[in-house]
């Protein structure tokens, strides 16, 4: 007598394996969230080498690293996340279209790179450490003795969140042929916009607090664009919702 598998359509997981998926179905909910984040001035042609060619550079080239903390997340946590984005244009609207993603837990590796397709890698740690000095340090490492970037951020202003403006983020999804055709199976111009809203203190309060910051990175890791000059650097306890997001061109 054949036999066939009970593991029907109707009964898989929303993610894989198909059996017991390794995440849950979205929106994903983040709680007390930390993030320092930081735009500067990067080179030019750097920018544009990792640039999808769809993508229009803004000018002068403008990079961001945002490292945060999230201490809640229904994706999977606590875990550290870096990345780094360049400001560009896609049909008339302003993105930041995210080159690199190191994380430090699997969950948010998977779901990043299946669902949207983020380019993420595993870090050894991602941490916000305070100083006595009144510093927040952020540091990236990337295997264990490698630092791949380090700030320094240094609060002297309570913003309030109205300073606050949603970027969308554009990503590259590209998932290989099965067969090792030389056409990805999957390509997608992808897009989401993950919002942070501030922790509110007892003293009424938004817990956003701009500041001097100074960034280094070396030049191993993909988080390698170069530093010219910070020009802004925020610091946030935040909540924030993660959605679904967009298909913004099919290859």
């Known amino acids: 007598m054949t036999k066939y598998g009970r593991l029907t359509p109707d009964t898989w997981g929303s ?26 001035l990067t080179d030019e ?28 997340t229904t994706v999977g946590g606590p875990y550290g996340e870096v990345y780094t984005g360049i400001l560009c244009q896609f049909e008339g609207q302003v993105y930041g279209y995210v080159n690199c993603v190191y ?11 299946e669902v949207y397709g983020f380019g993420k890698k595993l870090a050894h740690r991602i941490e916000l450490i305070r100083h006595g000095t009144g510093e927040i340090e952020a540091i990236a490492e990337i295997k264990p003795g490698h630092v791949a970037a380090k700030a320094f ?24 042929d099965v067969e ?26 938004d817990e956003l607090f701009g500041g001097s910051a100074t960034l280094e990175v070396d030049a191993i890791s993909d988080l390698n664009l170069p530093v010219l000059e910070v020009v802004d650097a925020k610091y946030m306890r935040m909540v924030a919702n993660l959605p679904y997001g967009k298909i913004l061109k099919t290859y």
């Open 153 to 176: 951020f240094l609060p002297n202003e309570n913003l309030a969140a109205s300073v606050l403006e949603d970027l969308p983020l554009a990503v590259l999804k590209v998932i290989p």
């Open 180 to 205: 090792g055709g030389d056409k990805p199976a999957i390509a997608q111009l992808n897009s989401v916009t993950f919002s942070g809203v501030p922790h509110i203190g007892p003293d009424g309060k």
């Open 103 to 113: 994380v430090t837990t699997e969950n948010s590796l998977i779901a990043g790179r």
């Open 15 to 40: 993610t894989m394996p198909a059996h017991n998926p390794s995440y849950q179905k979205g929106p994903w909910y983040y709680r007390d969230t930390e993030v320092i984040t930081l735009t500067y």
């Open 45 to 72: 042609d750097a920018a544009l080498d990792i640039l999808p060619s769809d993508l229009e550079l803004i000018e002068p080239a403008t990079a961001f690293m945002v490292i945060e903390y999230n201490h809640f």
